[in-house]
């Protein structure tokens, strides 16, 4: 099954401890990306990558780093979590970059950070 | 840079009543356009697109919607709701040309009241 897929689905940790949200797709897509979402702003895009090896900001990219060693995996990293970091996040990805294609999601990682 | 607005944070409706949730784009180049659905505790999933041609969309679950580009408008329609499309919706856009990123609206709550 085509799919994206997000670990864990919920994390609760303490500020400043270091973690990794996971993301792996099995479509061969070029394009993946991280998306926050908190009530009553949407999604905002983090980081997002065109292909192996290549990374580039979203809008909110502070405190966050990403890395794309392989082209099934995009993990998302908080070095130093902050509680301003508590939020809802998802995983896409996109046969290609150009944004003419659909978007498929990850069913999303909660992350609420004390 | 281009924006979305979606112009209703929440939108109640009866079951088997039409319903529009109404977006606005601002862009000074081509678009393409898209909605999206968030089903509770889920991650989000494509409606329907415009690329370019017929301004009139069909989507899935019976949506479609309308490209206005006198009124930088994409606004979704279904003429007859039913209780599972309570969700929220996401109208979304990307430029036509040498953009990497989708932006997303602040969402639309629809719940369909028995």
């Known amino acids: 099954e085509a799919q994206v897929t997000q670990n864990p689905r919920y994390l609760i940790t303490v500020t400043g401890k270091k973690l990794t949200v996971t993301c792996s797709q099995n479509m061969n897509h070029e394009y993946m990306s991280w998306y926050r979402q908190d009530p009553g702003l949407g999604l905002r895009q983090i980081y997002y990558?065109?292909?192996?090896?290549?990374?580039d900001k979203g809008d909110v990219p502070e405190g966050y780093k990403v890395s794309r060693k392989e082209k099934r995996n995009f993990p998302l990293i908080l070095e130093s979590p902050s509680p301003n970091q508590t939020s809802l996040y998802f995983c896409?990805?996109?046969?290609?970059?150009?944004?003419?294609?659909?978007?498929?999601f990850g069913q999303g990682t909660r992350l609420t950070v004390v | 840079a281009q924006s979305v607005t979606q112009l209703d944070s929440q939108v109640p409706v009866f079951e088997e009543a039409p319903v529009e949730l109404r977006c606005n784009y601002s862009?000074?180049?081509?678009?393409?356009l898209f909605w999206y659905v968030q089903y509770p505790n889920q991650g989000l999933q494509l409606l329907l697109k415009y690329l370019s041609g017929s301004t009139l969309v069909k989507g899935i679950n019976g949506f479609e919607a309308e490209f206005n580009k006198s009124q930088t408008s994409f606004h979704l329609r279904k003429p007859s709701v039913h209780i599972s499309d309570t969700a929220e919706y996401f109208c979304a856009v990307s430029r036509a040309a040498g953009s990497y990123q989708l932006t997303f609206g602040k969402g639309t709550k629809l719940s369909v009241i028995p």
């Open positions: 862009s000074s180049v081509s678009v393409y």
């Open positions: 896409a990805s996109s046969p290609q970059s150009i944004m003419n294609t659909e978007a498929f």
């Open positions: 990558s065109m292909n192996v090896e290549v990374t």
